[in-house]
């Protein structure tokens, strides 16, 4: 199979969806790898790289989109690669299609045979593709936070560890997953106060048991997110249903009543985001303000390390390329079932039920095909 491996455009994206590492894995196997030049530059790994590992570089997008089999991203296309993709190619990458409605027309009137990273699932809950990225943003989601409290970015100048004698900042975590709690590790660390809200009471009894009297666990209901949000100096958005549009949980009315200069980083923009205010940003513009509150919705947070980011990335998608490069979609779909629950659009329909719920196109189950 011919894999393309273009560069990433979207707005400070430095990541890229293979390694050199990756490349011999599959030239090794036969497989031909078409790298566009400089798509790993941002992460550290020169042209000189991939092509001692067998790649072919080649100079433009249009090129690595005209002849990969399968095209292997991190981020979702956005417009100006619209008209690069065809009938039949197989693009694999997180697509968040629930929160990129344009993209899944796109991907259903071009024919296009897709995989989301964030929709594979080999067990419930288990998210093996979603989860490093998770980790890299929850970490950093405390760190951006802490940052934008500060009162010169227009923060209300809270030291989120405190010192001795002055109150700790309060930090609330909305959703214990792979987020979550990444975003409590951080923050415990700095010294904050934190509480975590999720429904799933084996998280909370999980999180309680890791860090004692270190955090506040909360049963997530909406009476209690509203005391923690409008209690919190940080509030972190860390809730996933998975291919879905994220449930809007902290509401305009909640906003409007917490304390001016105070900040909410919304982890699930990336799904239409858990916050009534959020919208998407980039590293580039990363925060605006409501209601005095200020609002950090960056939608590519790893992208901003993507020295860590592109490795931890690829460490676990590859198993899954060399797959999809072996078999084909089909034939590996019918070998490793938790593929096909990472297949969001094939041959002009939605098989996986939330995305094709939140396109609000008719399900198309896998194995009618």
Known sequence: ??????????????????????????????????????????????????????ATIVATREEVWGGGDMVVKVKEPIAPEFALMRKDQLLFTYLHLAAAQELGKELLDRGVNSVAYETIEP???????????????????????????ERERGGKGVLLGGVPGVRRGKVAIIGGGVVGANAARIAVGLGAQVTVLDINLETLAYLDDIYESKIITRYSDPHAIEEAVLEADLVVGAVLIAGARAP??????????????????????????????????????????????????????????????????????IPY????????????CDKDPAIVSGVNTYKGGVPHPAVAEALGVPHAPWKQR
């Open 1 to 54: 199979m011919k894999i393309g491996v273009p560069k990433e455009i979207k707005t400070q994206e430095f990541r890229v969806g293979m390694t050199p590492a990756g490349v011999a894995m599959l030239t090794q196997r036969g497989h031909t790898v078409l790298v566009e030049a400089g798509a790993g530059i941002g992460s550290g790994l020169p042209d000189d790289a991939y092509v001692k590992a067998g």
């Open 123 to 149: 067990k419930p809950g288990v998210l093996p593709l979603l989860t490093p990225m998770s980790a890299v943003a929850g970490r950093m989601s405390v760190q951006a936070g802490a940052h934008h409290l």
């Open 248 to 317: 809007r949980l902290v509401t305009r009315d909640m906003i409007k009543r917490m304390e001016a200069g105070s900040v909410i980083v919304d982890v699930a923009i990336d799904q239409g985001g858990c916050v009534e205010t959020a919208k998407p940003t980039t590293h580039d513009n990363p925060t605006y303000v409501v209601d005095d509150v200020i609002h950090y919705g960056v939608a590519n947070m790893p992208g901003a390390v993507p020295r860590t980011s592109t490795f931890a990335l690829t460490n676990a998608t």
């Open 321 to 332: 390329v060399l797959k999809l490069a072996a078999e084909g979609l089909e034939a590996a």
